[in-house]
């Protein structure tokens, strides 16, 4: 069975992925009309049949 787990995602030295969550953000806040705040998570996959 797959199970995954979630982590912040590390982002800091990256800083096109940054650019390009600030910019979806603000896309997603002009068409909605409220703030919204995306966050980057990061799956560690584990096989627990080993």
Do not use: C, F, N, P
Request: aromatic share 6%.
């Amino acid at each position: 069975m797959m199970d995954k787990d979630y982590r912040i995602a590390e982002l800091g030295g990256q800083s096109d992925a940054l650019d390009a969550i600030r910019k979806l953000e603000q896309q997603l806040t002009d068409a909605y009309g409220t703030d919204v705040a995306l966050i980057a998570y990061s799956a560690d996959h584990e096989d627990e049949s080993k």
